[in-house]
């Protein structure tokens, strides 16, 4: 009588609850079974009607226990705040960010697009015709030298066909006009090569933009003109360029582009080496020798080219001051430009 009063009174609120419940009155060794035990000293004219009661009590019990345990199912998937506990912290997400590289590629081709430049790729590994040969390099030229080419094999006979890693992207520009009319308008990044020691401001692996345009009646004031317009764009709507005197194999006459430091806005420090300026590309009008090289008319078309280095570029952007950085994948140096 009293196990009865004491299960109909009996609540539970919580799963630790509900498990007391069970093991006081319905496991093996709960209170119900122990009645269930004390059965047999009842006497034999009793039995009948005790073990009655007991399995009505029994019923009972596993009926509050069923109740309860919907119950508290019930309330946890109403607040699932129980089943969670919010006061822990999160296991942290980390999502990743651009490679600052990949940033700036992504930003020069978005500028050069705008000016109705297209995007073109070539091959890593070259064959000399297209890395020198069709660019005007003579065959002792000490440009040749200059580049630190990286060969892969070399030579023997008269004529050069060695095959090396390119060392500059202008390689697709030779195929470019190999294969297609003027117009064209284009810019080619890629990965270049150069037996370089590695160092703050130097690598033997590097990117590149190139760009070429030719066209009847190409200036060299449409290259000036799509440079500073590239610089503004790039360093902001007060930056400026100037053109220093230069020579490439490939295009004359040739010049350095120098833009006003990005990082002290002209007004000197270290990333400029306290000019206020700063390289950013080598240019040039198209050397008619190239042209006819690719099979167009020198006589009817001009055209410029520039190119420059990605790395260069970023450095400049976001004062970085050493090219290695780039390549060691340190996430405390990456993660610096998550949302750049
Ligand atoms: N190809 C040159 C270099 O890698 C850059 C350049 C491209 C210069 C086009 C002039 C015109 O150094």
């Given at each position: ?46 039995r009948r009607a005790v073990g009655q009661e007991l399995n009505t009590l029994k019923n009972l019990a596993q009926n509050r226990f069923q109740e309860f345990s919907a119950t508290l199912e019930n309330t946890e998937a109403a607040n699932p705040e129980m089943l ?33 430049f297209n995007v073109s790729y070539g091959p890593e590994i070259e064959k000399d015709w297209y890395n020198f040969s069709a660019l005007n390099f003579a065959d002792n030229h000490p440009a040749r030298e200059m580049q630190d080419t990286f060969f892969i094999s ?187």
């Amino acid at each position: 009588k009293e196990l009865v009063s004491e299960i109909e009174a009996a609540s539970v609120t919580s799963k630790e609850q509900l498990e007391a419940f069970r093991l006081k009155y319905i496991s093996k060794k709960g209170a119900v079974t122990e009645l269930f035990d004390g059965l047999k000293n009842i006497p034999q004219e009793d039995r009948r009607a005790v073990g009655q009661e007991l399995n009505t009590l029994k019923n009972l019990a596993q009926n509050r226990f069923q109740e309860f345990s919907a119950t508290l199912e019930n309330t946890e998937a109403a607040n699932p705040e129980m089943l969670i506990d919010l006061t822990l912290p999160v296991a942290p997400h980390l999502q990743g960010s651009l490679h600052p590289l990949t940033i700036v590629r992504r930003r020069i081709i978005e500028i050069f697009e705008r000016m109705g430049f297209n995007v073109s790729y070539g091959p890593e590994i070259e064959k000399d015709w297209y890395n020198f040969s069709a660019l005007n390099f003579a065959d002792n030229h000490p440009a040749r030298e200059m580049q630190d080419t990286f060969f892969i094999s070399k030579s023997e006979g008269e004529v050069k066909d060695d095959v090396l890693l390119r060392t500059h992207t202008s390689n697709v520009q030779v195929r470019l006009m190999e294969k297609q009319k003027p117009p064209i308008r284009s810019i080619m990044p890629g990965r270049v090569f150069r037996n370089e020691a590695i160092s703050a401001r130097a690598h033997c692996v590097f990117h590149q933009v190139e760009g070429l345009y030719v066209d009847k009646n190409v200036s060299f004031k449409d290259l000036k003109d799509t440079l500073y317009h590239f610089a503004k764009e790039m360093f902001g709507k007060d930056s400026k360029i100037r053109l220093r005197p230069s020579y490439f194999p490939f295009t004359e006459p040739s010049a350095e582009i120098d833009v006003t430091c990005f990082i002290c806005k002209g007004k000197g420090c270290n990333v400029c080496k306290y000019s206020g300026w700063v390289e950013i590309a080598g240019s040039g009008m198209v050397d008619p020798n190239v042209l006819e090289n690719c099979g167009i008319d020198s006589e009817e078309y001009t055209g410029f080219a520039f190119g420059m280095g990605i790395e260069r570029i970023t450095m400049l952007r976001y004062g970085i001051n050493d090219l290695r950085l780039f390549t060691e994948n340190d996430v405390r140096f990456l993660r610096q430009f998550e949302g750049a």
